[in-house]
């Protein structure tokens, strides 16, 4: 193991891979911090260059792009308002009122070095747990593994939130992408509808693309012409928020981070990070529900709990720091079990997927070094994003003003050229632009995208499982309730569906009686 | 209800998932995957979405309070216009190449959503002259060229 370690390291350590991590941070933060772009696009955008690159200084870059990304998600909410992703949202209750009071560059340090804590924290327990997680796992069987798989994707249905009937029909429609293609057994082709292209499988990099980079291109395009529409009438974009909401004038040295302030918030900082690493482990949960739920924690938890909301610094921490956290702890599961818990991960498995590597237990048995130099680089990103933006913060106020509908056009002809640079195949942009059409809808019809992409990234090793565990047992579905690893993750799925089985109908009932 | 939208209920949503698991199930199934054990798992799935859309179709019948999902009709014509502009674009770039049809297509979409002409003719120029160089010169790959290149 030492020796993987070494050499996993000293694999990372070469210049073209430095700078591609600088350049992955860099570039997430920037998408991250204009609004309606997010680093996730970014990744899917950036997936198929990785085919041309080495494993580590590929999937580094990746990761790097997505830390950068969840940091400059909280510049613009800071700044304006307008959390740059989803996540940031929590950043933003306390963020903004701290940059109204005149603390700008103050409130965005200090959310770096949350980002930056909680980064690291789940860095480190995901570079000492993922072995550990993955040598249990060695031992699965096709039952365990059909099981474990089940365990994932029931608690993706269950517990990302919205509604469950909802979050089944996507995880059941990416599982049905899964199967057109050739059988995994019989290698019988499987809806390929007489197209010679389809008779292998669906490209990823056209799935993914298109789910995660298309649409989201035409989501912004909606919001733009939303935001246009509501302008007509009443002046509210984000550059008009800015001028119109003045913040007050406080001395630039006032304006500064000091030690003091970060200790001051050292519990917060320890306690957001464990509740960001925990929450990003599962599947299904991310870092919405890790900055929310610890936001809430710190409130409970702190002295100066009436003031959140109002400008207080530890809920700028709480946040930051949770949602950080779960970027790198995501990863526990995918390269310990071989399962994405969220569309980023989803994204690192087919980033692997196109080196050849197969995510999973024996992961860090046949490729240890890869996976080291993964984390070396993983290490490396938070450094890179800590220095970076430290000295960058006072230009985000430009970057965050970018208008999207400038780099809408760019990303869709960046779309084409990175999935037909990929496979060589006109077929997959056509694809691509179905999918992308596809996502569209399901968004517009509140099915979430992460339920079909992990669907998809998981279908072949459920059906693989499955149909091996139907050879050796005759046919014999009790296996998967007399194996204990098996019986014990189903009963853990039948728990949690239970459990918000009763948690949605307690909802139900109190907003009855509202 | 302004005039400028429209409202879809929830429940015709998990109507339309019914329509797709049957349809899996009765036509596309049988006549696409040969029978047998290729047929077990997208036969399970397909099952899996007729029973959830069933289930939530027919409670929404009886308890009668399906939510709506409400679209602003001029955002849905111009995303739509949007969309339409990309569509001629990926099935036009085989035959007329990835260069000219990138800036048409950038100038296209840029006008549309309201940008100026500095700023359309710079990124429309410079951004597939980039890409083209990166992947022709750099990476060696080649684009669909069409009559042009």
Redesign the interface.
């Known amino acids: 193991m030492f020796t993987q370690i070494v050499e996993g390291f000293s694999m990372m350590f070469t210049p073209m891979t430095i700078l591609l991590i600088l350049a992955g941070v860099i570039a997430g933060t920037f998408l991250g911090a204009i609004p309606g772009l997010t680093s996730t696009m970014g990744i899917a955008l950036i997936l198929p260059v990785t085919f041309?690159l080495d494993p580590i200084a590929g999937i580094s870059m990746l990761i790097a792009m997505y830390k950068g990304g969840m940091f400059g998600g909280s510049i613009s909410a800071i700044l304006f308002n307008a959390p740059g992703t989803p996540a940031a949202a929590a950043t933003a209750l306390d963020g903004y009122v701290l940059k109204q009071k005149g603390y700008p560059r103050k409130t965005i340090r200090l959310a770096l070095i949350s980002s930056t804590t909680g980064d690291l924290v789940g860095n480190l327990v995901l570079i000492f747990t993922a072995g550990l997680l993955a040598s249990v796992a060695l031992r699965f069987g096709p039952t365990e593994n059909a099981s474990l798989v089940i365990f994932a994707l029931v608690l993706i249905i269950v517990i990302t939130g919205n509604s469950i009937?909802k979050n089944?029909?996507s995880v059941?429609?990416g599982?049905?992408i899964a199967?057109i293609g050739a059988?995994p057994?019989?290698s019988?082709p499987?809806?390929?509808?007489g197209m010679v292209e389809l008779s292998g499988s669906v490209s990823i990099i056209a799935l993914v693309i298109g789910l995660l980079a298309v649409s989201e291109v035409?989501e912004t395009?909606?919001q733009?012409?939303?935001n246009?529409?509501k302008a007509d009438k009443s002046k509210s974009n984000i550059s008009e928020i800015e001028m119109g909401e003045k913040s007050q004038n406080v001395d630039k040295d006032e304006d500064n981070l000091t030690w003091k302030e970060v200790t001051a918030v050292k519990r917060t900082l320890g306690r957001s990070a464990i509740i960001g690493t925990l929450i990003g482990a599962l599947p299904g949960l991310g870092p919405v529900t890790a900055s929310f739920v610890s936001y809430a924690q710190a409130k409970s938890k702190s002295k100066n709990g009436d003031n959140f909301g109002k400008g207080e610094k530890e809920g700028v921490v709480a946040a930051e720091t949770a949602n950080s956290a779960v970027g790198s702890s995501n990863l526990i599961p995918l390269l310990s079990l071989g399962i994405p818990g969220d569309a980023t991960a989803a994204l690192i498995f087919g980033a692997l997927i196109i080196h050849g590597i197969i995510p999973g237990p024996q992961l860090i048995e046949t490729n240890g070094s890869i996976v080291y130099g993964i984390f070396a680089g993983m290490l490396l990103a938070s450094v890179f994003c800590l220095v970076i933006n430290w000295y960058a913060s006072n230009i985000f106020r430009k970057i965050a003003v970018i208008?999207p509908?400038?780099l809408?056009?760019?990303i869709?002809?960046?779309c084409?050229?990175g999935t037909?640079?990929y496979s060589?195949a006109?077929f997959d942009?056509?694809v691509m632009?179905i999918f992308g059409?596809l996502g569209?809808v399901l968004k517009?019809?509140?099915?979430p995208l992460v339920g079909v992409v992990i669907g998809f990234v998981l279908?072949p090793k459920?059906?693989e499982s499955?149909?091996q565990v139907l050879v050796l047992s005759n046919g014999d579905l009790g296996v998967f309730f007399t194996r204990p690893i098996s019986l014990a993750f189903l009963i853990i799925a039948l728990f949690v569906t239970f459990g918000q089985f009763r948690k949605e109908k307690k909802l139900k009932d109190e907003k009855k009686a509202a | 209800m302004n005039n400028n939208y429209f409202k879809?209920k929830d429940s015709y949503?998990?109507g339309l998932?019914v329509l797709l698991g049957l349809l899996?199930l009765i036509i596309?199934i049988p006549m696409?995957?040969?029978s047998?054990?290729?047929r077990?798992?997208?036969y399970l799935?397909?099952a899996?979405?007729l029973i959830?859309?069933l289930?939530?179709f027919i409670s929404f019948l009886f308890n009668k309070e399906s939510e709506y999902?409400k679209?602003?009709k001029?955002?849905?014509k111009?995303?739509g216009l949007?969309?339409l502009i990309?569509?001629a674009?990926?099935f036009l770039?085989?035959h007329i190449g990835?260069f000219i049809m990138?800036i048409i297509?950038?100038v296209a979409?840029?006008r549309v959503?309201?940008?100026g002409w500095k700023?359309t003719i710079i990124?429309s120029v410079v951004?597939?002259a980039s890409?083209y160089l990166l992947?022709t010169q750099i990476?060696a790959?080649?684009?669909?060229s069409g009559i042009l290149f």
């Open positions: 041309y009937a089944l029909i059941l429609i599982l049905l199967t059988d057994v019989t019988i499987r809806f390929d509808f035409f395009m909606a733009h012409y939303r246009r529409n208008r509908t400038v809408m056009p760019v869709l002809v960046l084409i050229a037909y640079g060589q006109s942009i056509i632009f059409v569209f517009k019809v509140e099915i279908g459920l059906e499955i149909r | 879809i949503i998990y998932v899996l596309v696409q995957i040969q047998g054990e290729p077990l798992m997208p799935y397909a899996g979405l959830v859309g289930y939530k999902l679209f602003n001029t955002v849905i111009y995303v949007n969309i990309y569509t674009y990926i770039i085989q990835f990138s297509f950038i979409l840029l959503l309201g940008e700023i990124l951004l597939p890409i992947f990476l790959l080649y684009f669909p």
